[in-house]
């Protein structure tokens, strides 16, 4: 039988945490027939080519390679597409694990759109949720920005895709070997499929922390491979959209991030010498176009940067580092006609309570100047794209899991006449359809808001307490205050209500139809919070 899907994981002194990936990887609702898995050896000094060898004996669709070690994965999983007979190749590492129809689900979406590339949904403790898979897509291109969230290879990749366009893997010791890899596939890819309704891959910190970076990483070995993978992204796209959001996705994380760190604000000698790196990386590498498609702030705190003036990039920092995002709910949140729904405001509010407020100048506006005053320049400098990643996201994180759903939001950016900037909206939440089209898996939610505004971007979970109250989002020392109520809900119309420490159930089952069952939930919720 035509094998569909070929797993590829390197293997270095894994011990024990092999089993997580060869478990999920057995466990499978593509046939074993249709699939194989290529453990590579990487020169492993424990048993781990024994543990292997013994088990490719015992499976028929197993396979290991060994090599000489080469101190990075890069190697072994060009060896492992080298001798892969999958139409497709999937990336996994050898202490992550895959979910149970990951492989068939990802396969079936790759043939129906003809993908060279299928992104499946991550859960995991090693990062929160990514909102790429707020919902599946099928057939976007390179410029879908989006995209860009997850520069990570576990991936599925059209194995011919990846021969005929000669995107292999940096090999030997490096940095961000995974950022140069998608720099060459992603651009060239001409339908990409995105799964955000099913759980594919896990990726969750072991007990042991070794598959974190340990120890600090110097300036030197790292910054000249992000410019690397900025000239590989140039090479393999013309000036436009899709270079862009590429770059400007690494301006963000790799380089700004540097000027906001406590390090940095403190002026501690090893952060300055990662700040002098990222920012000779973002004058050589990045262009205007990359800069100017940054949210306002980060926009003007770039231009500081590249202008090296630490001292006010500092300044700037000091002022939004203990802004708290505030969700405001006007009513306890309701249930109609099945769906869980509830208006509110977001706005961002300093540490001692004022609203981040905008200047209106003519056409456009200027930055609060409890950001930018004594900050040359700051007062003058005007910005019109005001709506530059202004959103609000619920996210439903399943207790216990490590896994989120997005909830659907309505919402719409309003700059008050004193300046204040808030997203107004309604979120509405259906246990039939609230993972990404389907129902909710069983299991208790908890409710976190995450609130981005100016390129200032603050979450934090929803508690119990008082019903008509604020929610504080995150960020620096936020201040407690009433937090509205939301309900958890579980399958088979389960509904259960934390309302401080206590927990209240609705049955499992109501009689009648599902409006008199709904009708009933909502009496219950009401007669909760009455009490």
């Not at 129906?112 to 949720?129: C, E, F, L």
């Not at 340990?214 to 030197?220: C, F, L, S, Y």
């Not at 100048?361 to 709506?387: K, N, S």
């Not at 958890?488 to 934390?498: E, F, M, Q, S, V």
């Amino acid at each position: 039988m035509t094998v569909k899907v070929s797993v590829i994981i390197p293997v270095y002194n894994a011990g024990s945490y092999i089993d997580r990936p060869i478990n999920s990887i057995l466990k499978q609702s593509l046939p074993q027939d249709e699939l194989e898995v290529i453990f590579v050896n990487d020169g492993s000094t424990d048993d781990s080519e024994e543990r292997l060898q013994d088990l490719a004996e015992k499976t028929e669709n197993f396979r290991v390679f060994s090599i000489p070690n080469s101190g990075w994965p890069g190697r072994p999983r060009n060896v492992g597409v080298a001798n892969a007979r999958g139409e497709y190749v999937h990336f996994v590492d050898q202490d992550d694990a895959l979910g149970p129809k990951a492989l068939e689900v990802m396969y079936d979406r790759a043939v129906r759109s003809q993908a060279d590339i299928v992104v499946g949904k991550v859960k995991g403790n090693m990062r929160g949720p990514i909102r790429l898979f707020r919902e599946s897509v099928e057939g976007v291109g390179p410029e879908f920005a989006e995209l860009y969230e997850t520069l990570t290879p576990h991936k599925m990749f059209r194995r011919q895709f990846l021969l005929d366009n000669d995107i292999t893997f940096q090999e030997g010791r490096c940095r961000l070997e995974d950022q140069m890899f998608l720099a060459k596939a992603f651009p060239l890819a001409k339908s990409i499929a995105v799964v955000g309704d099913v759980v594919c891959y896990d990726w969750s910190k072991r007990d042991d922390g070794d598959n974190n970076s340990k120890g600090r990483t110097e300036p030197a070995d790292y910054y000249p491979w992000l410019a690397k993978a900025a000239q590989i992204v140039k090479a393999n796209t013309a000036p436009g959209p899709v270079r862009d959001a590429f770059l400007r996705r690494n301006y963000r994380v790799e380089v700004l991030r540097n000027c906001a760190t406590p390090g940095f604000l403190r002026g501690d000698a090893f952060l300055m010498e990662h700040y002098r790196a990222a920012r000779k990386v973002a004058v050589e590498e990045y262009t205007d176009s990359v800069r100017e498609g940054l949210p306002p702030l980060w926009r003007f705190r770039a231009e500081l940067m590249e202008a090296d003036r630490v001292e006010d990039l500092r300044k700037v920092a000091l002022r939004f580092r203990d802004v708290v995002g505030e969700t405001e709910f006007a009513e306890p949140a309701r249930w109609r006609q099945g769906v869980l729904v509830a208006p509110f405001r977001a706005r961002l509010r300093y540490e001692d309570g004022a609203t981040v407020k905008v200047r209106k100048v003519d056409d456009g506006y200027g930055l609060d100047l409890a950001l930018v005053h004594g900050v040359d320049g700051g007062p003058e400098w005007t910005f019109e794209d005001i709506e530059n990643r202004a959103t609000v996201d619920f996210q439903l994180r399943q207790r216990g899991k490590a896994q989120a759903w997005f909830a659907d939001v309505e919402s719409k950016l309003v700059v008050a006449d004193d300046g204040t900037v808030e997203i107004e909206g309604t979120v509405r939440i259906d246990p039939d359809t609230a993972a990404c089209g389907g129902r909710l898996p069983k299991g208790l939610y908890d409710v976190h808001v995450n609130v981005q505004l100016l390129g200032i971007e603050r979450m934090a979970r929803i508690e119990g307490g008082p019903a008509s109250a604020r929610l504080p989002c995150g960020g620096g020392r936020s201040r407690r205050e009433r937090i509205q109520t939301v309900p958890y809900w579980t399958k088979d119309g389960r509904l259960a209500l934390d309302i401080g420490a206590n927990m209240h159930r609705v049955a499992d089952r109501f009689g009648g139809s599902p409006h008199s069952t709904w009708r009933k939930v909502a009496r219950k919720i009401k007669r909760v919070f009455a009490s």
